[in-house]
């Protein structure tokens, strides 16, 4: 499928609540692209189909995973949602034809991050995060080290993410935290 044929099956697939995030999350990532000199294409691309999964239900997430033979934890098996990154991937790949596996990789991590996260990882990581119908305490402090920092404001997401989950007492994804620690390892090493 090329991009105007992927567009409009996601409109028909997603609520317009959902489309309307995607397209903001388009939006944020493109930016972010241009200011780290990532390719926007890809990101773009990444950024429309980061929840082309979304729309399944915890049942249908569970038996996609298993018939793709994907690892359910023991966290995603207690909190279904958050397979739809990696069934997303799946998806991304074998309904809308992406090949590139750097766009199937930021999809598939981005509700929890992981280690070793790419440029590309972050910015869909992070836009998703921040798109401009998202309001929360510290949303603009992130939105404004996005603009200069992109490691640090994905640290700062990592952190917000991490805060939450555990004030309402759910479970913390351990990429989360691998993906929060990387990132603060890679900062040290730096100075």
């Known amino acids: 499928?090329?991009?105007?044929?992927?567009?409009?099956?996601?409109?028909?697939?997603?609520?317009?609540?959902?489309?309307?995030?995607?397209?903001?999350?388009?939006?944020?990532?493109?930016?972010?692209?241009?200011?780290?000199?990532?390719?926007?294409?890809?990101?773009?691309?990444a950024a429309l189909l980061h929840d082309c999964a979304k729309y399944f239900s915890d049942q249908q997430l569970l038996q996609y995973a298993k018939k793709h033979h994907l690892k359910v934890d023991r966290v995603s098996r207690y909190n279904q949602q958050l397979l739809h990154g990696p069934v997303g991937a799946i998806v991304a790949k074998q309904t809308y034809g992406v090949e590139d596996v750097a766009i199937l990789h930021a999809i598939c991590y981005h509700t929890t991050g992981c280690k070793e996260m790419t440029t590309l990882d972050e910015i869909i990581y992070l836009a998703d995060y921040i798109e401009k119908d998202r309001s929360f305490p510290g949303i603009e402090d992130i939105r404004k080290m996005a603009d200069t920092n992109l490691d640090l404001a994905t640290i700062m997401a990592l952190t917000n993410s991490i805060c939450y989950v555990a004030s309402v007492g759910d479970l913390i994804h351990k990429r989360t935290i691998d993906a929060r620690n990387d990132l603060i390892i890679k900062n040290k090493k730096r100075k």
């Open 1 to 45: 499928m090329n991009r105007t044929e992927i567009e409009a099956d996601l409109k028909k697939k997603l609520s317009a609540k959902r489309f309307r995030h995607t397209q903001n999350v388009v939006e944020a990532a493109s930016n972010l692209a241009y200011i780290y000199g990532c390719n926007v294409d890809q990101v773009s691309l």
